[in-house]
């Protein structure tokens, strides 16, 4: 993904670390077919799922009976769509008549990291109620951006995680909350 441009003239690399997608077969899988005839298969009866991995692009599916797929480990939205659909083609491959439908990217996690450190106590109090930090459960500081439904973690260190529902809303976060962080710097001695 490209560095996103701030006011000032500082560009920050926001670095995709997955993108969590879902898409349906539109028919019935047997799961035990799937684990004996399938390559790197992980068969969990007890859980009534398949775990399928591909190593290109890296991506791991947890599959169901009922013909619904979970795809995460991809770092691009494009490449979540072709692990999707390389997955279909492998369970073509083994039998099934598979039709790629429904794809969806649900969940998307990138981090960045600000060139300076930030004061997470006074970041906290200037945006109350959105942001909250309980530094006994967790070191980073919470804030939530409602409208990109969109999550972002503040560390003390400058980096921060941020997981939205597409790889726009996540770029829009980090533009958002960064004037925020900027005003919170901690000053160098």
């Known amino acids: 993904m490209e560095p996103v441009e ?11 670390t997955n993108v969590v997608s879902v898409f349906r077969t539109r028919c019935h899988l047997n799961l035990r077919t799937i684990g004996l005839e399938g390559n790197n298969v992980i068969y969990k009866p007890e859980v009534g799922k398949v ?28 490449e979540a769509k072709l692990g999707a659909r390389r ?40 945006n109350r109620p959105i942001a909250s930090y309980e530094p006994e459960i967790h070191p980073a500081a919470s804030y939530r951006i409602k409208n990109l439904r ?9 980096s921060i995680t941020v997981t939205g529902p597409n790889v726009q809303n996540v770029a829009l ?9 900027l005003e919170c710097q901690k000053t160098l001695m």
Do not use: H
């Open 6 to 16: 701030q006011s000032n003239d500082v560009a920050l690399d926001i670095i995709i």
């Open 51 to 78: 775990l399928m991995k591909l190593r290109k692009p890296r991506i791991t599916a947890s599959i169901w009976s009922s013909g619904k797929i979970i795809c995460t480990g991809a770092t691009s939205e494009d």
């Open 87 to 126: 997955l279909a083609r492998c369970l073509q491959k083994i039998g099934f008549k598979v039709r790629f439908s429904d794809f969806k990217v649900v969940n998307v996690l990138a981090v960045c990291s600000m060139p300076f450190q930030i004061r997470l106590i006074e970041f906290t109090k200037n």
């Open 150 to 158: 969109a999550t972002v973690q503040v560390f003390s260190t400058g």
């Open 173 to 181: 976060a980090v533009e958002q909350i960064y004037p925020l962080l």
